[in-house]
């Protein structure tokens, strides 16, 4: 039986957990980036109508970061439950393997 050149199994599946924690990264920095927009130049926002009743530029950029963290948090544990499923496989493949040579 010839033996498999794991390395190169799942490739798709490791670009991927790649970028979400590339989007996971972008989206923490644009959601920083907003926020310090937000406290810098409300007006952009208010065009937008994204003020809220208070008419207050802190918690406005206090949601935005609180929205950024939460989908960065998403993104993160979505690459590392793809990765944990990758190396679930390659354990159960493991330990296939060395059940077969008993």
């Keep these: 039986m010839q033996k498999k050149d794991h390395k190169h199994q799942f ?3 490791k670009t991927f957990i790649v970028l979400l924690k590339a989007l996971g990264w972008f989206v923490l920095v644009g959601g920083l980036a907003a926020a310090i927009e937000a406290m ?3 007006q952009i926002f ?6 809220n009743i208070y008419n207050s530029t802190w918690l406005l950029a206090l949601a935005i970061l609180i ?3 939460l989908y960065t948090m998403i ?5 590392e439950a793809v990765g ?3 190396s679930l496989e390659k354990n159960m493949r493991k330990m ?3 059940l077969d040579k008993k």
Excluded at 46 to 51: A, N
Aim: net charge negative; glycine share 8%; no cysteine.
């Design 11 to 13: 490739v798709m599946l």
């Design 40 to 42: 810098i130049m409300p």
């Design 75 to 79: 993104f993160f544990a979505l690459a």
């Design 67 to 69: 929205g950024a963290v």
């Design 96 to 98: 296939h393997e060395l």
């Design 46 to 51: 208010d065009r937008f109508g994204l003020l």
């Design 84 to 86: 944990a499923f990758l």
